[in-house]
């Protein structure tokens, strides 16, 4: 074989050439390398796009509770090195929405029985006119006159519910089917909470590490900036949701409202999405009301509207906005936007979202000396 000639004995402008191959060699592998990252990436996002929900609560979920979860580590080492910790804390978060679930089922499924039982008196005897639309101050013949037409000859009333019943087998079938779904995901998504409970140090030391690599030192800064988000969402959507169907169920309770703790759950979902409440709170009050208590009914309209007012318009900006320093427009627009685009996870993904943009925004428009 022929000897190489040492570099020094290669001319210049040979020497230059060489050297611009090896770089663009180099840059084409680079290329090559990101394009199949990228596609293998992509690849993986597809193959599990049904569960990317489920991964997402899951995150939820961590981020939400991992101040509580990081306090009982300190308190007890020894079970945070094994999986008893991890799986305890899985089995509460578990159990927060395994107990409520159920204790709405059942009352779901009692209340399906009076109301199948009604629907059966319906068919054979009519439904007779209520006696509080007698008593409307204005329209009442008319409406009394309606009722008796349509609704209180059992004939008429059989006919209506015999439509009803074809759309009520689809409802169901289409109901079960979700159910299963949601029921899957969801269990998906206690599985992913408890890998991320036992692995969750090292997660986080993997994510930091990704970030400074593909974005700097600014990366973990809207990092904590999408944590502190998630952290404002959980505290002023479910937490002042919980307090705002608690304190309606009492209102409900001393109102005489039919099941009082159905519709205090009722509005305690509710009310996490901003002015929804107001929907089952106007709810409960026509039933209250077409029972004859209407001073009652008014009453608890008239509480419900300052509760929500109150929530909406101060606690809950505060709560999520203050710890990201996030104006209420952007809140709102993160809050219903999310929750159009992304159904219920968009209530955290959509201020999460709306806190990254405001930082950066801040960053651009103010440089290094914006606040965090």
Not at 115 to 133: I, M, N, S, T, Y
Not at 326 to 353: D, H, K, R, S, T
Request: glycine letters at 10%; hydrophobic letters at 55%.
């Amino acid at each position: 074989m022929p000897n190489t000639p040492p570099s020094s004995l290669v001319p210049a402008h040979q020497r230059c050439g060489l050297i611009k191959a090896s770089q663009r060699s180099k840059r084409g592998q680079e290329m090559a390398r990101s394009l199949l990252a990228l596609f293998i990436v992509g690849m993986a996002l597809y193959t599990i796009q049904g569960f990317l929900p489920a991964l997402a609560w899951g995150g939820v979920f961590a981020i939400a509770t991992w101040p509580l979860y990081s306090g009982a580590c300190r308190m007890w080492p020894n079970a945070a090195r094994g999986t008893l910790l991890p799986l305890l804390f899985t089995a509460v978060m578990a159990l927060l929405f395994v107990i409520p679930l159920t204790l709405f089922t059942l009352e779901a499924i009692g209340e399906a029985q009076s109301a199948l039982e009604w629907l059966d008196h319906a068919r054979k005897f009519g439904v007779p006119v209520p006696e509080v639309l007698q008593q409307l101050p204005l329209g009442a013949t008319t409406v009394t006159h309606l009722w008796e037409t349509h609704l209180s000859n059992p004939r008429d009333v059989s006919g209506l519910l015999g439509a009803l019943d074809n759309k009520g087998v689809m409802v169901t079938r289409a109901l079960g089917s979700q159910i299963a779904h949601r029921g899957t995901l969801f269990c998906f998504s206690i599985l992913t909470l408890f890998f991320l409970y036992k692995d969750g140090v090292s997660v986080i030391r993997q994510c930091r590490v990704a970030s400074s690599r593909a974005f700097g030192r600014r990366g973990e800064s809207i990092a904590r900036q999408i944590v502190a988000s998630i952290h404002g969402s959980v505290q002023g959507l479910v937490l002042v949701g919980i307090g705002e169907g608690v304190l309606m169920g009492l209102v409900y309770l001393f109102a005489h409202a039919p099941h009082p703790a159905l519709f205090g759950v009722m509005t305690a979902v509710a009310a996490m999405i901003p002015f929804c409440a107001m929907i089952a709170i106007s709810l409960v009050s026509l039933l209250i009301l077409v029972s004859g208590a209407s001073v009652a009914a008014i009453v608890t309209f008239c509480i419900g509207a300052t509760v929500i007012f109150v929530a909406d318009h101060f606690v809950r900006p505060t709560l999520i906005g203050g710890t990201t320093k996030l104006p209420f427009l952007w809140v709102l627009l993160g809050i219903l936007g999310g929750a159009e685009m992304w159904g219920l996870i968009g209530l955290f993904i959509g201020p999460a979202a709306m806190a990254a943009l405001n930082l950066i925004w801040r960053r651009w428009t103010y440089g290094n000396n914006a606040e965090v």
